[in-house]
Nanobody, 121 residues
Framework: QVQLVESGGGLVQAGGSLRLSCVASGSIFSIEGMGWHRQAPGKQRESIAFITSAGSTDYAESVKGRFAISRDNAKNTVYLQMNNLKPEDTAVYYC???????????????WGQGTQVTISS
């Protein structure tokens, strides 16, 4: 019922920048929070950044100072600005959101299908 679609991934050189976007659509009553995870080959999925409906943010230590999360509530969209990218940032990046739908009166987590980010040295 709820769909999250990421965009903005690609191949860039180390030191470059990318901006990821994620748009939520469907039977949405409210979005309480949105965030980004990433998963490198052979590794567990890890949390990268999260932003609440009130605008507070949290970042993994590995990306703090380089990545910035923001959201546009009117567009049900979350962004991840990625600066000074490193080869170790190479992973599939997944958008997620805590969403209250029109059919459920409590929040549940939805996931996007992921977008590939590859950083060359």
């Amino acid at each position: 019922q709820v769909q999250l679609v990421e965009s903005g991934g690609g191949l860039v050189q180390a030191g470059g920048s990318l901006r990821l976007s994620c748009v939520a659509s469907g039977s949405i009553f409210s979005i309480e929070g949105m965030g980004w995870h990433r998963q490198a080959p052979g590794k567990q999925r890890e949390s990268i950044a999260f932003i609440t409906s009130a605008g507070s943010t949290d970042y993994a230590e590995s990306v703090k100072g380089r990545f910035a999360i923001s959201r546009d509530n009117a567009k049900n969209t979350v962004y991840l600005q990625m600066n000074n990218l490193k080869p170790e940032d190479t992973a599939v990046y997944y958008c997620n959101a805590l969403i209250v739908t029109n059919t459920r009166g409590y929040p549940s987590r939805s996931w996007g299908q992921g977008t590939q980010v590859t950083i060359s040295s």
